[in-house]
T-cell receptor
Framework: AQSVTQLGSHVSVSEGALVLLRCNYSSSVPPYLFWYVQYPNQGLQLLLKYTSAATLVKGINGFEAEFKKSETSFHLTKPSAHMSDAAEYFCAVSAATSGTYKYIFGTGTRLKVLA | NAGVMQNPRHLVRRRGQEARLRCSPMKGHSHVYWYRQLPEEGLKFMVYLQKENIIDESGMPKERFSAEFPKEGPSILRIQQVVRGDSAAYFC?????????????FGPGTRLTVL
């Protein structure tokens, strides 16, 4: 079975500071990992995904994430936060189990950017 | 190229009424997924459908909930005899194929409020 744990339901950073959102996964088979962003009253938008190619994945809006198998982690980072980054971020895992590839989402991290 | 469409965006029902949520996938997508997001929680998988077939309904409550994706028209998530605990945001996603690592494209969601 797969699971995802996002540490920190709320994270606050100052504008221009480093953004680090943590995600740890559990999977008995090689996983596919995703980060999605949700702005208020909107659907989810894909930021980036890991599909067993490069372990450092670059996404949209300056975000990137590194897959670390030894730590079972897929943390999301951005060097310099912008006010527009304020949103909720979800990590998700997908792995083939019983012929299905459904997503398992974490509980989300709400990012607040302080001026 | 329109994205995933969901309607209505907001739905208010009284306890005991029926709720019908509609989802039109992106053009060319034949795989549809429904998720439920309770307040302060992540998205929980409910059901995965292809045209005219329910493939995986492991996340659907056993009673009152049903889903369909007919040959013509949108996918429908139907909740009979709604209760206050059904109040949530319901998201639909679609994908062009069903394989490991595929991206799911999300709609803006339907926010159901049960009075």
């Amino acid at each position: 079975a797969q699971s995802v744990t996002q540490l920190g339901s709320h994270v606050s950073v100052s504008e221009g500071a480093l953004v680090l959102l943590r995600c740890n996964y559990s999977s008995s088979v090689p996983p596919y990992l995703f980060w999605y962003v949700q702005y208020p009253n909107q659907g989810l938008q894909l930021l980036l995904k890991y599909t067993s190619a490069a372990t450092l994945v670059k996404g949209i809006n300056g975000f990137e994430a590194e897959f670390k198998k030894s730590e079972t982690s897929f943390h999301l980072t951005k060097p310099s936060a912008h006010m527009s980054d304020a949103a909720e971020y979800f990590c998700a895992v997908s792995a083939a189990t019983s012929g299905t590839y459904k997503y398992i989402f974490g509980t989300g991290t709400r990012l607040k950017v302080l001026a | 190229n329109a994205g995933v469409m969901q309607n209505p965006r907001h739905l208010v029902r009284r306890r005991g009424q029926e709720a019908r949520l509609r989802c039109s996938p992106m053009k060319g997508h034949s795989h549809v997924y429904w998720y439920r997001q309770l307040p302060e929680e992540g998205l929980k998988f409910m059901v995965y459908l292809q045209k005219e077939n329910i493939i995986d309904e492991s996340g659907m409550p056993k009673e009152r909930f049903s889903a369909e994706f007919p040959k013509e028209g949108p996918s429908i998530l139907r909740i009979q005899q709604v209760v206050r605990g059904d109040s949530a945001a319901y998201f639909c996603a679609s994908s062009p194929e069903y394989r490991a690592g595929n991206e799911q494209f999300f709609g803006p969601g339907t926010r159901l409020t049960v009075l």
